[in-house]
């Protein structure tokens, strides 16, 4: 009997910088498994697509959110908040994935409920890595449905 195949991950990049979100999704695809990625602009994007998709029947909601804190409209610290209040979100794990180092920020995404806090890299390699790193721990403790 062959093993099954591995479930495809799906993320969510909410992140307002487009050289950003080339480089999260190029380090996504150079992945084992590559998951399928979609991607919001901001915050408000991000919550109306994902109720959107909560709304439906079959919706497809994705496995992992990678998110960014500084977006116009909304942030990522305020987008947190709002997926850990909505009962059909809040078990979407978030990784918060952002330039900033600075501990409020770290303590409130924690407060906030992300699952981890991952400061971008400015050096492309080591950006890769840590994507990739991102990818293979949700991917290999993802339940399969």
Not at 55 to 78: T, Y
Request: proline share 8%.
């Amino acid at each position: 009997m062959a093993s099954p195949k591995p479930r495809t991950l799906r993320i969510l990049v909410v992140d307002d910088d487009d050289a950003d979100t080339v480089m999260i999704e190029e380090a996504l695809a150079a992945a084992t498994v590559p998951p399928v990625t979609q991607r919001a602009r901001d915050g408000r994007e991000a919550l109306d697509q994902l109720r959107a998709e909560a709304d439906e029947p079959q919706g497809d909601l994705p496995d992992l959110i990678l998110l960014d804190l500084n977006m116009p409209r909304m942030g990522g610290l305020q987008l947190l908040e709002e997926l850990k209040s909505d009962p059909r979100l809040q078990s979407i794990p978030v990784v918060v994935l952002t330039t900033s180092d600075a501990h409020p920020d770290i303590l409130a995404s924690y407060r906030h409920h992300a699952s981890a806090f991952v400061t971008k890299p400015l050096d492309l390699d080591r950006f890769e890595s840590a994507v990739q790193k991102i990818n293979a721990f949700f991917a290999d403790t993802a339940e399969l449905p």
